[in-house]
């Protein structure tokens, strides 16, 4: 048996094409994707939207990171004049410090997120349309 007629009979929609021992059709799914007949959408759709969505978040998350930097040093100004001599001075800096280079972290990995989710969503919709554009040549071909 040729290789796309085994398929064909795989994945084929008749009674008696692709039979199973239960006498029922055999069908391939995605299981992300509701069968047929299941009472749910069976296209499974690609879309942009959700990776724009976190893209949003990563830059709404950006935003008020660089806030908190910008506060926690406007907090500090002055701090270590008005404590001279206070041996709580060193621990205050060092716990400023530590914070302040943790909150940079985020505030930078947020900004690098954000453009890959963008690209991430931007490649799935291009993708979404090859593929879909792929099938209608090989259904052309088929017929």
Known sequence: MEFSAQWEELLADSPGGGQGTSGQGTRMNLASVAPIGGGGDADLQITQTPWNSASGVANALHTSTNSAVSELDTAAEGVPGGTAGFTSTAALEEVRT????????????????????KTVGRDFGETDVQVRDSFGVTKTKGQ
């Open 98 to 117: 530590s914070w302040k280079t943790r909150l940079t972290s985020v505030r930078d990995e947020c900004a690098r997120l954000e453009g890959v989710l």
